[in-house]
């Protein structure tokens, strides 16, 4: 019985978060969102800086985890790129791509997902 009991809290507990890492944009302040608004982005195809370092790979989710979140976007998803390469002390991501997920509930715990991909730069 205590066995259970502790499954189900342990079940409760684990639903009320999504499974990506996902930064809550209201917390950021305002300098360092301007500051990641300022890391330059390159979609696969778009002709990347001349002479820059790889710093490391970076991918980012938007995630529409409870029912009242907006829905899941690529704005968002690269918004939060830019936060995670800004922490990497990137000036650029390059070769961004997109994959969408619209239901992905086992993998993300997220009603729907947007996952951006690339290579964080300086």
């Not at 342990?10 to 950021?28: I, K, Q």
């Not at 778009?46 to 985890?65: G, N, R």
Request: aromatic residues 6%; contains cysteine.
């Amino acid at each position: 019985m205590k066995k259970g009991l502790f499954l189900l809290l342990t079940l409760a507990l684990s639903a009320c978060s999504p499974f990506v890492e996902v930064t809550d944009l209201n917390d950021l302040n305002p300098e360092t969102l301007n500051r990641a608004l300022r890391v330059k982005t390159f979609v696969i195809g778009q002709p990347t800086p001349a002479h820059y370092t790889a710093i490391a790979p970076v991918t980012a989710f938007s995630c529409k985890h409870l029912m009242t979140d907006p829905p899941a976007s690529k704005g968002n998803a690269l918004l939060q790129l830019q936060v995670k390469a800004l922490e990497l002390g990137a000036s650029a991501v390059v070769n961004v791509s997109f994959d969408t997920r619209d239901t992905d509930t086992f993998g993300t715990n997220c009603w729907e997902t947007v996952q951006a991909s690339g290579v964080a730069v300086r």
